[in-house]
């Protein structure tokens, strides 16, 4: 039976989930994840547990923080003035913006407080500090195009 190495294009079912249950993604056997081990696009850590398993075969590990979507980083939360926004809409703690800054790069936040002059803008990822439980079955392993 063939087992996933280093440069195999794999599909897979997938589901991640917090600690606490909650969904984080889910795909199921009509839309599987297609991944290239060792490209470096995923998870590096699934990618490694991906390695020699087979067809079929399910596995699920516990990324860390920083195997997922990095640490949280608390320089990342910064105060905006209310005044920086012109919008239709009412913006409360919860809501995600866009920020642009000047140097054309784009920002997105979570509004984690609020006053009457400034906005309490966290730019983490939403996922960020957190543990992710990652359950994946392997569909199929692809033949390796050849060029």
Do not use: W
């Given at each position: 039976?063939?087992?996933?190495?280093?440069?195999?294009?794999?599909?897979?079912?997938?589901?991640?989930?917090?600690?606490?249950?909650?969904?984080?993604?889910?795909?199921?056997?009509?839309?599987?994840?297609?991944?290239?081990?060792?490209?470096?696009?995923?998870?590096?850590?699934?990618?490694?547990a991906l390695e020699e398993m087979t067809e079929g075969q399910t596995k699920v590990i516990t990324l860390e923080a920083e195997d997922a979507f990095g640490?949280?980083?608390?320089?990342?939360?910064?105060?905006?003035?209310?005044?920086?926004?012109?919008?239709?809409?009412?913006?409360?703690?919860?809501?995600?913006?866009?920020?642009?800054?000047?140097?054309?790069?784009?920002?997105?936040?979570?509004?984690?407080?609020?006053?009457?002059?400034?906005?309490?803008?966290?730019?983490?990822?939403?996922?960020?500090?957190?543990?992710?439980?990652?359950?994946?079955?392997?569909?199929?392993?692809?033949?390796?195009?050849?060029?």
């Open positions: 039976m063939k087992t996933i190495k280093e440069g195999d294009t794999v599909q897979i079912v997938c589901e991640a989930k917090l600690e606490d249950g909650e969904l984080c993604y889910q795909n199921d056997a009509q839309n599987p994840m297609e991944i290239v081990i060792g490209e470096g696009k995923f998870f590096p850590a699934v990618e490694k640490p949280h980083i608390d320089d990342l939360v910064i105060k905006v003035p209310k005044s920086v926004f012109k919008t239709e809409v009412t913006l409360e703690v919860g809501s995600r913006i866009k920020i642009d800054a000047p140097t054309g790069k784009s920002f997105v936040g979570t509004i984690v407080a609020m006053d009457d002059q400034t906005f309490t803008l966290d730019l983490n990822h939403l996922l960020a500090g957190k543990r992710i439980i990652v359950n994946f079955t392997v569909l199929s392993i692809l033949e390796p195009v050849k060029h």
